[in-house]
């Protein structure tokens, strides 16, 4: 049990977790007119295409079905060999291996048509068959349960490249909150390295890291990329040294201290950060035991913080300012929200009142600058006559102790910034996987119920926003500071995109 939980945490905030993240590039190669001349020449250009070194994290367990899969350095690999469905983008969803997503009025039924004459690495045709297959293997996974459950597999059925997925009951967010979260295709649902996505296999390990080489046959054309190494490098420090040595062409997921080590390098471009694919860095007060499991005291909590002062201190430009909840940036975040601001008058008043003199959090860099912040919320506490303790966990030990950390008061926490809806699915309802702060109430069951079972915008609307209220207010999520997405690249590359919080270089080139 402990260690399905942990393979499924791992996964939503390592990549996918990740995932529902909307997709803009760093920069993209404009099209040129395509004559017989240039075309040859092109195809010189990537025969002549020098491979991309990509810095990773991988997890030894890793390997190529999803379903093992706790890294961001695994969560690229899948992508890049089996694609998925549909990803999201900044104008919606962008349609990968999908031609066609439509639903039934009901939001019950969904009709997926593949893109004509799909073919897998090994030759063989995708079909709509293998839709079905790939979704029902991953709605059976610890990872993907919450994704996927409703699917009525007795009700699915295919033809040729079409496949027709049946719920048991509405979900309007299915296409935003799961197929376009991870839709991996494998041939009858086996995900064992054949895939249609646009690089191949060609050697490695979780280990050793993975040399991958370009689909003859990818939808969109042969990659101009034509070898990929993923190699693994951890750590935003040791990302950025690879990448300023040489060792490496792209890193991401970078904090503000490795990208000021890059400045100045003549050879290195570092794209202009966004809220897209954001770390939002979290302090979670345990709801189910003291002193948070007492909604006056999470509330004082949320007075004592200085969030601007987090901010400035801790992310600097890179950063932006959070209200304890997830989403900002998206259309139905609720911007109206009064900004919570510090009142330490009031928290000391409360906290006195509660008879609550100290706690403590447990901090470990999961992602850079966490126990740097524990550090700081520390002295924000004894402002108030709070003493905290902070207990440090070394970070690839974190994910296997969440069993006990949910006995723990506090802890620190981060999430990949994507749509409110996507979020609550995975973290805010009584039965949610990813609820780690443990709140739940009528409101959150009851709208929810509301978003999900209608298409009409503004009743979802409304209710995202009476959830996102009741989290602000009543909820264990002390959301401080959104980290925005950091990365940097040598010269040359162009085209790279971030999707889910990964780099799609489907369309990339390199010339240097």
Not at 251 to 271: C, F, K, N, R, V
């Amino acid at each position: 049990m402990m260690k399905d939980r942990k393979r499924r945490i791992l996964a939503l905030i390592g990549t996918v977790v990740l995932l529902f993240s909307s997709c803009r590039g760093t920069e993209q190669a404009k099209p040129k007119p395509q004559t017989e001349q240039t075309v040859a020449v092109e195809d010189q250009k990537v025969s002549a295409s020098p491979p991309l070194r990509l810095g990773v994290l991988f997890n030894p367990d890793d390997s190529v079905d999803p379903a093992t899969i706790t890294s961001p350095g695994g969560m690229a690999l899948a992508f890049y060999v089996y694609d998925t469905l549909c990803m999201m983008s900044e104008d919606g969803i962008r349609y990968s291996l999908a031609e066609s997503i439509e639903p039934n009025a009901a939001g019950d039924i969904f009709t997926i048509v593949l893109k004509d004459n799909l073919q897998y690495s090994d030759g063989s045709p995708v079909t709509g068959q293998d839709i079905i297959d790939s979704i029902v293997y991953l709605s059976k996974s610890a990872m993907y349960q919450s994704m996927y459950s409703n699917l009525d597999q007795e009700g699915c059925s295919a033809s040729g490249n079409t496949a027709i997925l049946k719920l048991k009951s509405p979900m309007s967010d299915f296409v935003f909150s799961s197929l376009a979260m991870f839709s991996p295709i494998a041939p009858k649902g086996a995900f064992k390295g054949i895939g249609a996505g646009p690089y191949v296999i060609k050697e490695g390990d979780a280990s050793s890291g993975y040399t991958l080489t370009a689909h003859e046959e990818y939808h969109a054309g042969k990659p101009p990329i034509h070898e990929v190494i993923l190699l693994p490098v951890t750590g935003s420090a040791s990302q950025a040294n690879a990448l300023r040595v040489g060792e490496i062409d792209y890193a991401w997921g970078l904090d503000p201290a490795a990208i000021q080590s890059l400045e100045g390098a003549d050879d290195i471009e570092m794209p202009e950060s966004t809220l897209d694919s954001a770390v939002a860095k979290e302090l979670v007060l345990n709801t189910r035991v003291a002193p948070f499991n007492d909604p006056e005291v999470r509330h004082a909590a949320k007075l004592t913080i200085d969030r601007e002062k987090m901010v400035n201190t801790l992310l600097g430009e890179s950063g932006e300012l959070a209200n304890d909840m997830l989403g900002k940036g998206y259309d139905t975040y609720p911007e109206d929200i009064p900004q919570r601001e510090a009142d330490k008058e009031e928290a000391k008043r409360i906290f006195q009142e509660k008879g609550v003199t100290e706690f403590t959090i447990v901090a470990s860099d999961i992602v850079p600058g966490q126990v740097a912040a524990s550090e700081l919320m520390q002295q924000e506490f004894a402002d108030v006559g709070v003493v905290v303790t902070i207990k440090e966990l070394d970070p690839q030990s974190f994910f296997a102790q969440m069993e006990d950390l949910y006995k723990e008061s506090a802890f620190t926490f981060y999430w990949v910034n994507r749509t409110p809806i996507a979020e609550f699915r995975s973290q805010v309802l009584k039965d949610s996987p990813y609820n780690v702060s443990g709140y739940y109430s009528d409101v959150t069951e009851e709208e929810f119920i509301k978003a999900t079972f209608t298409s009409d915008e503004a009743v979802q609307n409304d209710a995202i926003r009476e959830i996102s209220k009741d989290i602000h207010e009543n909820g264990g999520e002390l959301i401080w500071g959104y980290q925005k997405q950091l990365s940097a690249h040598r010269k040359g590359l162009q085209g790279v995109v971030i999707t889910q919080s990964i780099p799609w270089i489907a369309q990339a080139t390199l010339d240097y």
